[in-house]
């Protein structure tokens, strides 16, 4: 499989939360035979944009999974069109998967942000 990595986020450091777990699901795929392009010029399966859903810009022509999350009982309403033009839903807990089943008729599915209990 080839992945288009379309995460926009780049923290200095760990200046965002999702800047580690976007470096650890990186790896993480890669280190399960996955093949990852940036650019829009090589050929790719499907498209992972780990961003927040204001700045969550589908890929035209693919299948689009949005990795994001939220910390709160309801979304911004100006985040429901955005969340809506992505094929799939990838979030951190079972609390986001309920609340944006609210809002997204798709699949949501939980992924942790790659905590390791073990190192």
């Given at each position: 499989?080839?992945?288009?990595?379309?995460?926009?986020?780049?923290?200095?450091?760990?200046?965002?939360?999702?800047?580690?777990?976007?470096?650890?699901?990186?790896?993480?795929?890669?280190?399960?035979?996955?093949?990852?392009?940036?650019?829009?010029?090589?050929?790719?399966?499907?498209?992972?944009?780990?961003?927040t859903p204001e700045r969550f810009v589908p890929?035209?022509?693919?299948?689009?999974?949005?990795?994001?999350?939220?910390?709160?009982?309801?979304?911004?309403?100006?985040?429901?069109?955005?969340?809506?033009q992505a094929d799939m839903l990838v979030v951190p807990c079972r609390n986001n998967r309920d609340?944006?089943?609210?809002?997204?008729?798709?699949?949501?599915?939980?992924?942790?942000?790659?905590?390791?209990?073990?190192?």
């Amino acid at each position: 499989m080839r992945m288009l990595w379309a995460s926009q986020l780049k923290g200095i450091g760990n200046t965002y939360g999702y800047s580690t777990q976007a470096n650890r699901m990186y790896e993480a795929l890669v280190m399960a035979g996955v093949t990852i392009v940036e650019s829009l010029d090589e050929p790719f399966d499907i498209a992972v944009h780990i961003v927040t859903p204001e700045r969550f810009v589908p890929v035209p022509g693919t299948r689009n999974v949005l990795f994001t999350m939220y910390e709160a009982t309801s979304i911004p309403a100006s985040w429901i069109s955005k969340v809506r033009q992505a094929d799939m839903l990838v979030v951190p807990c079972r609390n986001n998967r309920d609340l944006f089943r609210n809002y997204f008729p798709g699949p949501v599915e939980v992924c942790g942000l790659g905590i390791d209990p073990a190192l």
